[in-house]
C-alpha cells in the first residue's frame, strides 16, 4: 500500500500506520530506516509539525522495540534537530524525549562535540521548563560544552545530584569523559591552527593539571582520549611528554570555521601543484 500510494498525503499517513505497528509489534525489523524516513518527509514537503509527528512516533517504535540503543539515540537527537522549525508548545511537549536525547549524548563515550546539541531551541529551553531531570541536564550539558572537571564535581555533589542518578547517568562514566574533553581543550588552547603540528607536546604535569588528576595518572587520561577517538597522539613515557597530532573540538566557532577554511585552501593549493606537476610529466611522455 504505502509503495502504490500515488499521494505524499496517503504516504505520510501509512509511515504513521507503519509506526504504530511497529511499536505495537515491538520488533526492531518494522522499524523503518532513519535515513528513509527522513529522505521521505523532506521529498513529500511534511510541514514542520507533522514532520515532528512522524520522528516522535518513529522514537516510541524505536524505543518500544527494543532498537540498540545508538539508534534509539540517533531518533532522538533528529527529533530534536526538527523541533527547531516547531512552535514552543511542540518543544515543551517533548521535554521528556529532549531530556532523554541530552542524556543520551552525555552517556555517549565517543560524542564529544556537543555545542551543535546545546544550541538546538527544545535544548536551550530545558533551563527554564522546571522539571528536576530537565534542570540537570541543561546544567550537565554546558559544563560538558565549555566546563572542566571541578564544574562536574561541583554538579554532582550539589542538589543536581539526585537527577542526574534518576537518569541512569553514571558520575565515573562523566568523570572520565569530562578528563577526555579536558585534554581536548588544553591541546586547542595551545595549538594555533585546527589541527597541531608536531611541534604542540604536553607534559606528563600539564595533562594531570587540566585533567584534575595525579600525575601518575596522566599516561592513563591520554591512553582513555587515544581509544575513544578524542585524541591522536603518542606517548613518550620515559621523558613522560604527549606529541599530539589531532583532537576534537569542543566548540566549533568562527575561529574553528576560519582555520579550517585556511587549512582547506592550504590542501587545495597543494592539490593544484601536483596535477600541474602530473600535466606537466604527461606532456614530456607524449
Known sequence: LYARSPEPAWRYELLL??????????????????????????????????????????????????????????????LVEELDGADDAARAARTPRTVAAVAGALAAEGTFELDALAK???????????????????????????????????????????????LGLEPEALRAKMRVLAVASLCQRLSKGPAPGPALKLTFAQVAEAAGVPESEAEHVVVDAVGKGALRAKVDEPGKTVEVAG???????????????????EWRASVSKLLEVLASAEAVKV
Open 120 to 166: 538546538r531551541k527544545a535544548v536551550a529551553r530545558l533551563a527554564q521548563d522546571g522539571s528536576p531531570e530537565a534542570a540537570a541536564v541543561s546544567e550537565l550539558l554546558g559544563i560538558f560544552v565549555s566546563g572542566g572537571p571541578a564544574d562536574l564535581e561541583q554538579c554532582l555533589a550539589g542538589p543536581r545530584a539526585g537527577a542526574v542518578a534518576g
Open 247 to 265: 583532537f576534537v573540538h569542543r566548540e566549533f566557532g568562527p575561529e574553528q570555521w576560519r582555520q579550517l577554511h585556511d587549512t582547506l585552501g
Open 17 to 78: 500506520a507503519i509506526l504504530r505497528f511497529a511499536k505495537a509489534a515491538r520488533h526492531p525489523q518494522a522499524v523503518p530506516s532513519l535515513a528513509l524516513v527522513k529522505a521521505a518527509l523532506g521529498d513529500w514537503g511534511v510541514e514542520p509539525a507533522r514532520r515532528v509527528a512522524a520522528i516522535d512516533a518513529a522514537c516510541d517504535a524505536a524505543e518500544a522495540a527494543g532498537t540498540p540503543e545508538p539508534l534509539c539515540q540517533a531518533w532522538r537527537e533528529l
